[in-house]
């Protein structure tokens, strides 16, 4: 992504409601998912936001591509280690294993993402886990994917093929943001139509921010309990058998 868009995101992370909501979601996720004091990497971290959130858990190790974004995340993290690499070919781990790996929105800006999930699944302890979030429908793809830098998007179907090209068990994949599809998926489709209609991804009004916030959130109770039939993004979790 560019620069403008990381500092944009180091800016929001804390209080944007698709951020706040699905750290939300992902800590009760992560909660039932790894042991103890779990050994934590999340790749493609971008400016940190998350890092806080998962060190609740355990051990945390982030690896970021871009500078600028990596930097913000090492000056609010300073505790957390924090690496410069990438997938599926530079990653900086060696023979390092992990009980859970994080690919938070990052695997679509990956081109050759089977070798990608592969590469990660490389670095899982036997039995670890791996949580990939995803966005979803490739009918949706327009200005926002292009602007972040998207080779594609997906669906619950082809997050299931690849991951078990990748030699993963699929332990859940389904879809996420579904309360707020509605509204979000025709201001997509219409920015797919009409591109001068595309928007940034700037902070709405306090009572918007904080009703999208609220129905996201509420995912939160039924994830991975009651599958969502469709919605903005796709969730997995994965297992290194």
């Not at 992902?26 to 934590?40: E, Q, W």
């Not at 940034?200 to 309990?225: Q, T, W, Y």
Request: contains cysteine.
């Amino acid at each position: 992504m560019d620069s403008e868009v990381h500092l944009r995101m180091a800016r929001d992370q804390g209080v944007l409601w698709w951020f706040v909501a699905r750290r939300a979601i992902l800590r009760k996720l992560i909660g039932t998912s790894v042991p103890n004091t779990a050994t934590i990497l999340e790749i493609g971290c971008g400016t940190g936001g998350n890092l806080p959130m998962l060190a609740e858990f355990g051990q945390v190790c982030g690896i970021e591509s871009d500078p600028t974004a990596r930097a913000i995340a090492a000056s609010q993290q300073p505790k957390i280690e924090i690496l410069s690499g990438a997938l599926p070919d530079a990653l900086p781990l060696g023979n390092r294993k992990f009980d859970l790996i994080c690919l938070l929105d990052v695997l679509e800006h990956v081109e050759a993402d089977g070798n990608a999930l592969r590469v990660s699944r490389s670095h899982l302890a036997p039995g670890g886990r791996l949580i990939l979030t995803v966005p979803a429908y490739q009918w949706m793809y327009g200005p926002h994917d292009v602007v972040h830098h998207h080779f594609r998007r997906y669906n619950a179907r082809s997050v299931r093929r690849l991951a078990e090209a990748s030699a993963f068990k699929v332990r859940y994949v389904g879809y996420f943001n579904t309360l707020v599809f509605p509204i979000a998926a025709p201001l997509r489709l219409a920015e797919r139509l009409f591109p001068v209609l595309h928007a940034s991804d700037s902070m709405p009004p306090p009572p918007i921010n904080r009703l999208l916030k609220l129905a996201f959130g509420l995912e939160r109770f039924v994830l991975p309990h009651l599958p969502m039939p469709f919605g903005l993004s796709v969730m997995a979790i994965l297992e290194n058998p």
